[in-house]
């Protein structure tokens, strides 16, 4: 079993992932497609930001490369091993938040990552992280069904439970407990992965991040041509207003970037370009919005239905 971190290997793949995640929603998007924004630390390290607003499918989509490095991990990195407090760092990854124009198509988040942390004299302590999810507005069992299956099959041949775990950290990490709600309907997430040695922890990295144009594409194709009208985008701008309370309050990449002295244009760019917020709104019973709640923002296992 190699232990032993190749930091450069895993740039590579990183910014390979990128590319090729922009070529292909900027293809659905059929727009002028992404922007591109490369910008450096002043404390260390820099990124890729990538952008694409006001699109034909998506009215925004933000793919962020980020390598950065520093002389001590900040508090969102060390508040559950703080062990690791005065060590050096390097933190590399890809994230990325989509947020559809059409009210149909779900909300996605993805995002694959590297730490090293290195101390004089001491063993590098190296972990990967990542996963993704989906927020519906409007929600389709058969969408989260094959969502869940492609999530399931590549966390296959990496062992008979590997899926049923991170299903559930995703379940229990993305839920606003102020709203006693799951942002949407799961997917994936692992942190803290090394115990399987490097080789076989970054292939299940590179997995991940692979399935995830596999898992999403499909439903945007489906989707995306469904009319709305009023209505149907009011509800998905109120409900991008949940996205916003996650990604402020809870998030650890935002926390991380944010604590890190990171380029605060690309560690936000996951927001929506619209949102609403409505004083003490409830659905009506018995309508598509109210079945949101009663059928999808449940725990669920999805793929035996």
């Known amino acids: 079993m190699n232990n032993k971190p190749n930091l450069q290997t895993v740039r590579n ?13 900027a293809s659905v998007d059929g727009g002028d497609g992404f922007l591109e924004d490369s910008w450096e630390r002043d404390a260390g390290g820099g990124g890729r930001s990538r952008v694409l607003e006001d699109g034909v499918v998506f009215e925004k989509a933000g ?40 009210p149909y198509v779900p ?14 004299g001491e ?23 094959h969502w869940h299956r492609t999530a399931r099959a ?24 102020h709203r006693n709600e799951p942002r949407g309907i799961g997917g994936l997430f692992f942190d803290d992965l090394n115990q399987w ?12 991040g692979n399935s995830y144009l596999d898992a999403y594409l499909p439903i945007v194709e489906k989707r995306k041509e469904i009319a709305y009208g009023e209505r149907e985008r009011d509800f998905q701008l109120y409900r ?12 650890r990449g935002t926390l991380f970037g944010l604590q890190s002295g990171g380029r605060t244009e690309s ?22 919005e109210a079945e949101l709640y009663d059928k999808f923002l449940v725990p669920r296992d999805w793929i035996q239905g």
């Not at 793949?13 to 929603?25: A, G, K, M, R, S």
């Not at 490095?69 to 508040?79: R, Y």
């Not at 992280?129 to 989260?144: K, V």
């Open 197 to 208: 040695g490097f080789d076989r922890s970054f292939a299940f990295m590179q997995a991940i």
């Open 154 to 177: 590549a966390c296959e041949p990496f062992g008979d439970n590997v899926y049923a775990k991170y299903k559930q950290w995703c379940d229990e990490y993305f839920f606003l407990k």
């Open 267 to 288: 560690i936000l760019m996951s927001l929506p370009p619209l949102v609403t917020w409505r004083y003490d709104w409830q659905p009506e019973p018995g309508t598509p």
């Open 13 to 25: 793949y990183l910014l390979q992932l990128q590319d090729d995640i922009c070529e292909n929603l």
């Open 63 to 102: 793919v962020n490369f980020s390598h950065v490095h520093g002389e001590q991990l900040p508090g969102s990195a060390t508040a559950a091993r703080p062990e690791l407090a005065g060590r050096g760092f390097e933190a590399l990854g890809v994230s990325l938040v989509i947020h559809p124009r059409n």
């Open 107 to 120: 909300t996605s988040h993805a995002n694959v990552r590297f730490f090293l942390a290195e101390k004089p």
């Open 123 to 145: 063993s590098p302590v190296w972990w990967f992280g990542g996963g993704y999810d989906l927020t519906p507005y409007y929600g389709f069992e058969e969408d989260a069904i």
């Open 240 to 251: 991008r207003g949940r996205y916003v309370e996650f990604n402020l309050v809870y998030d």
